[in-house]
Structure formats: C-alpha cells, structure tokens
C-alpha cells in the first residue's frame, strides 16, 4: 500500500448475516484524488461505503485514515476522524427545514462560530439551498434533495466525501450542476470516493476508477483508460 495513501481498504470482508457481500476487498485513495468505484446492482458498492462509515462492521481486513484504523469505529467516530458518508437516497429529515437539515450535519463541531462559517460555505456552494433555506426538505425536488445531501455531509467539514449514487433518479442538467461542484470542491482540497452507476459521469468526473464485481476489485486503473476497456463497454456501457 502507498505511503501517500489518504484512505487505504484492505482485504476487506463484510456481510449481511453471514451472508458476504465484500470478499477481501482492497482499494485506496490518496489524497486529492477524486475515485470512482463502479459495478452492477448488488456487486457491494454500498455496502464498502457502509462499512467505511462505520455503519456496518466488518468481518476481517483493514481501514486506515490518514494512518488511523477506522474499521470497527462507530459512524460518530468516523464523521470526527474526517470522513462523511452521503447515503443512497439522501436519507434527509423531510419535515426539517433546509437550514435544520444542514445545521444537523455539523452536530460532530462543537463550536457556534464553526457551525456559522460550515454553514455559509456549503450555502456559497449551493446557491438554491440559500434561496430555499426555509423550505421542508421533503417538498425539495429530487435533485435540489440531493444537493441538499451532499451539503449536509460537507457541513461536519470533511477531508474525505464518501457519495452514495448521487446521481440516481436525478434530470441530467442537474446531474451536471452536482457534478461541477463536487469538482470545485475536490480542487478546493477535498477528497472523494464517488459510488455510481452512472459509469459514464463517474469516470468523466474521476481520474481514478475501480470496478466491483460481487464484492472484489476485478479492474482498476485511470478512468479514462477503463472507459476504453472490454469489460466496462460491454458490462456498463452496452457497447
Ligand atoms: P446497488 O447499486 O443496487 O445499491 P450495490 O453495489 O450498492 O448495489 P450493495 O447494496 O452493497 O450493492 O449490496 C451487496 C449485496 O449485499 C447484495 O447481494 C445485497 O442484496 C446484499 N445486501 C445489501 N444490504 C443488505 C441488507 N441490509 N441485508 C441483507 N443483505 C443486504
């Protein structure tokens, strides 16, 4: 594993029940990178973010954060060490206004003025989250909720961003708006590990890939060189 890694997974196991959906995984991110990891329904992608976070325990193998051991770590643990996962599905408080909703993002910065300065960044960043600071997150459409996820996570002031498809069900214009953030973001500094189905949009976006199949690396390399590969036309691109 490489010195400069920011995030390094190791021989990762994990399941449901006895049931393995990570068998031996491995992966790592350095820091600035913005990686894609890719696969088809059910291949784990989201069970490897879950277990990141520190929602699902693993079985066996290793996560390392800037040199710390994060696996077995509860997810308030790991949103402190730096690393915010954005869920499948947004998982927002639908009744919670905007503002609520973002304000709980930053429960792990104890500090007011901190919360403020979190608050006026991720609101810079998503002009319309501004505009709509009052509103029910639940009445927010599908891609103005998704925006609204992305800010939460960055609220608690990450180092690393761990997102959850978050383009599914989402218009392509506003696919595209999400994805130029997430881009200014990463060249303001901020590491991203970005799960998706949208392999063409993850791997434009990326500069590193990783393919999953049923719970293992099966390809890896510069996203731009996946793209050309047989198994990512035929499997992902129906080409
Ligand atoms: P998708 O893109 O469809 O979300 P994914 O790559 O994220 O797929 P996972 O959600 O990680 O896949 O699922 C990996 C495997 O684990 C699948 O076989 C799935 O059925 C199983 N699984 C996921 N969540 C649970 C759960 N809560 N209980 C039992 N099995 C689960």
Redesign the pocket.
């Known amino acids: 594993m490489a010195a400069s890694a920011l995030l390094a997974v190791e021989d990762l196991t994990a ?3 006895g ?1 393995p ?1 990570l068998r031996g995984l491995s992966l790592e991110v350095r820091a600035g990178e913005i990686v894609a990891l890719v ?1 088809a ?8 973010l879950k277990t990141i976070a520190g929602l699902l325990a693993p079985e066996s193998g290793r996560i390392t954060f800037e040199g710390r051991r994060l696996d077995g770590r509860p997810a308030h643990a790991v949103v402190r060490e730096g690393v915010a996962l954005v869920p ?1 599905g947004r998982r927002l408080f639908a009744k919670l206004t905007v503002r609520e909703n973002l304000l709980l993002g930053a429960y792990v910065q104890s500090d007011e003025r901190t919360r403020r300065q979190a608050l006026d960044e991720v609101l810079a960043l998503f002009p319309i989250l501004a505009e709509r600071a009052m509103q029910t997150a639940g009445t927010m459409s599908g891609g103005e909720q998704q925006m609204l996820a992305i800010a939460r996570g960055l609220m608690s002031r990450p180092r690393l961003l761990l997102l959850d ?1 978050p383009s599914l069900g989402i218009m392509p214009r506003l696919v595209s708006r999400i994805y130029e953030t997430l881009a200014a973001v990463n060249r303001q500094g901020l590491t991203v590990l970005l ?1 998706e ?1 949208n392999v063409h949009a993850a791997l434009a976006l990326a500069a590193r890939a990783y393919v ?1 199949q049923t719970g293992r690396i099966v390809l890896d390399g510069p996203a731009q060189e996946l793209l050309g590969t047989e198994v990512v036309r035929r499997a992902f691109l129906g080409l």
């Open positions: 399941g449901y029940g049931l959906a696969g329904n059910g291949a784990g992608k989201s069970t490897l499948e498809e799960v189905q999953i």
